[in-house]
T-cell receptor, first 115, second 112 residues
Framework: DAGVIQSPRHEVTEMGQEVTLRCKPI?????LFWYRQTMMRGLELLIY????????DSGMPEDRFSAKMPNASFSTLKIQPSEPRDSAVYFC?????????????FGDGTRLSIL | ELKVEQNPLFLSMQEGKNYTIYCNYS?????LYWYRQDPGKSLESLFV?????AVKQEGRLMASLDTKARLSTLHITAAVHDLSATYFC????????????FGKGTTLSVSS
């Protein structure tokens, strides 16, 4: 079975540019999560969706960040405008909520560098 | 503020030795997850612990959960080089599998 698929794997861009990260969750999963991982702050939950609806976006750092899930098989995380402090690895994860023994399954991540 | 503290943060072991990684957390929760991350890679689920006293074992790794003490342990038996990785515990703060708070991770290095 295909796992969570993220693209791009690496992104290098200049400050001020718009960045769009993409995620395809595991087929059949009903929840999707976006995380950010940095050395200083570790792994932080940014936002999660249940049945394509954003449920909790309290972890989104500021208005420059936005996330959408237009259908069950696709989500985007957008940063506009980007800043050097946004440099991090961004992970997408999906799970099947309602089944208590199911962990979140993570994608390979997008390593983002803002110059 | 919820805290999830792992210790040690760095662990250098010799092959064949045993050791335990500790995960303490500051809120009430009956659900805790352990993940493994290799350098530059994704997070791989190791264990899902869903109740007080839960114990799970896979190969040389064994995880347990004491919800009264707010403590989970990951025990490594007879370490081998392939276990070198960073191990994270994650506490489910709303008991629904959604709001996971991760520890800082324990980086394990096993040498011969």
């Amino acid at each position: 079975d295909a796992g969570v698929i993220q693209s791009p794997r690496h992104e290098v861009t200049e400050m001020g540019q718009e960045v769009t990260l993409r995620c395809k969750p595991i087929s059949g999963h009903n929840s999707l999560f976006w995380y950010r991982q940095t050395m200083m702050r570790g792994l932080e939950l940014l936002i999660y969706f249940n049945n394509n609806v954003p449920i909790d976006d309290s972890g989104m750092p500021e208005d420059r960040f936005s996330a959408k899930m237009p259908n069950a098989s696709f989500s985007t995380l957008k940063i506009q405008p980007s800043e050097p402090r946004d440099s991090a690895v961004y992970f997408c994860a999906s799970s099947l909520l309602g089944y208590s023994n199911q962990p979140q399954h993570f994608g390979d991540g997008t390593r983002l560098s803002i110059l | 503020e919820l805290k999830v503290e792992q210790n040690p943060l760095f662990l250098s072991m010799q092959e064949g030795k045993n050791y335990t990684i500790y995960c303490n957390y500051s809120t009430t929760s009956d659900r805790l997850y352990w993940y493994r991350q290799d350098p530059g890679k994704s997070l791989e689920s190791l264990f899902v612990l869903l109740s007080n006293g839960a114990v799970k074992q896979e190969g040389r790794l064994m995880a347990s959960l004491d919800t009264k003490a707010r403590l989970s342990t990951l025990h490594i038996t007879a370490a081998v080089h392939d276990l070198s990785a960073t191990y994270f515990c994650a506490v489910d703060v709303n008991q629904a599998g959604t709001a996971l708070i991760f520890g800082k991770g324990t980086t394990l290095s096993v040498s011969s």
